[in-house]
């Protein structure tokens, strides 16, 4: 894969890269892209190498959890995904005309849409990049509408496809985010715009790749929401700081272990192809990748029951929240936990094992002073 200062990569990924992936993943199954949701659920677990691996492999993940036994019914309902798209269409109608409304932008003639279509995606990508850099040097309003941009991602290049991105004509780019969920009295559901932050700000990081290279250009730290007004299907807008999102992002990125040194510690012959592969052998070599779950995991990760099952199996204390595995520091597992609440393991002056065995002990005097007031013995307490 070829880059130059336009596609906003890093240099050119060696042949053998894209052969262990190709191998990794089955060389007669097309590579599953990543996109701005998927980059933003890796980003809040960069521990995780199995979704490293998985995602910059292009192995599709709900294929593999259904082969394994462990299917998560993720993805959008095919109603929600019509009527996105209806709203999108509707929005960038008549030339923009509701988007432009929206921004500020009285009059939609004096707008420039440019037509980014080009062969493939480093193409698109460079086209993409000239445009915007035309548009900041010509000082006048444009619309960009579903630009491409890249992120180098662990060694491995993604492509990101914003809904639209707006430069204005003082050099500002400011990122559009089209969402069909409803914003009531101009409040939209917290998670969800949270979700949308998130994502936006994947598209906000690759942006400043190409404004680094373009002068007089700079990237707006808010970007433009807009959904549809009370439930009806008029748009409306609200500006969302995304500085904070922006800047975990980015430093989890940077944590992200490139995917060439993942791979390279997997067993000889080690392969995810759903197609080929048997069950036993795919639970193997999904087995062969450290993972590390969080409850988290289970509203962002195809794969996210599965690696439950084996958590809980195997007794993790990552089964019980990010929290909690921080506070009990050394101990790994809930039995060396129970055990160092009973006073068989631990060190005493460690704090959580203390914590733990003062807890033990006010729960054995609560359950005493309960026995005796009802004369019924502790069991009763329970």
């Known amino acids: 894969m070829s880059a130059s200062l336009d596609s906003g990569l890093s240099p050119t990924p060696p042949t053998t890269r894209r052969q262990r992936l190709a191998e990794l993943r089955g060389p007669a199954t097309v590579p599953r892209p990543l996109d701005a949701r998927a980059l933003a659920a890796l ?13 910059g492999a292009g192995v599709d993940k709900s294929a593999l959890a259904a082969k394994l036994g462990s299917p998560a019914p993720f993805g959008q309902s095919q109603f929600a995904i019509v009527r996105g798209n209806s709203f999108e269409a509707k ?54 509408d579903h630009p491409l941009l890249a992120l180098d991602v662990a060694g491995s290049p993604v492509y990101l496809e914003p809904d639209a991105v707006v430069v204005r004509p003082d050099g500002g780019w400011t990122v559009v985010e089209i969402k069909s969920f409803p914003m009531v009295d101009g409040a939209a559901d917290a998670s969800k715009v949270g979700a949308a932050a998130r994502q936006a700000a994947v598209y906000v990081l690759a942006l400043e790749r190409v404004a680094a290279l373009t002068e007089g250009a700079r990237v707006a730290q808010s970007v433009l929401l807009v959904c549809p007004k009370d439930f009806s299907n008029v748009p409306t807008a609200s500006v969302v700081d995304v500085r904070k999102q922006r800047s975990v992002t980015r430093r989890q ?40 779950y969080a409850p988290e995991c289970l509203a962002a990760c195809e794969l996210a029951f ?32 129970l055990a160092a609440s009973r006073g068989e393991e631990g060190d005493p002056q460690d704090p959580a094992v203390a914590a733990l065995r003062r807890a033990r002990a006010l729960r054995e005097e609560a359950l005493a002073a309960c026995g005796a007031s009802s004369g019924r013995g502790t069991a009763a307490c329970r």
Do not use: M, Y
């Open 91 to 144: 929005v960038k109608a008549d030339g923009g005309r509701e988007l432009l409304r929206l921004i500020g932008v009285e009059e939609p003639g004096t707008v420039s849409v440019p037509d980014l279509a080009a062969a493939g995606p480093q193409g698109r990508v460079a086209r993409t990049a000239l445009a915007l850099r035309e548009a900041t040097g010509a000082g006048t309003w444009t619309l960009l």
């Open 253 to 292: 990125l940077a944590r992200l272990t490139r995917i060439d040194e993942i791979a390279d510690a997997l067993p000889e012959g080690t392969s995810f192809d759903v197609a080929e592969r048997s069950a036993a052998e795919l639970a193997v070599a999904v087995e062969s990748v450290p993972h590390q």
């Open 43 to 55: 980003a809040a677990n960069p521990g995780c190498r199995r979704r490293a691996l998985l995602d």
């Open 306 to 337: 599965h690696c439950r099952s084996r958590s809980r199996d195997a007794g993790a204390v990552e089964t019980l929240g990010r929290s909690v595995r921080g506070e009990l520091g050394g101990l790994p597992t809930i039995g060396a936990v």
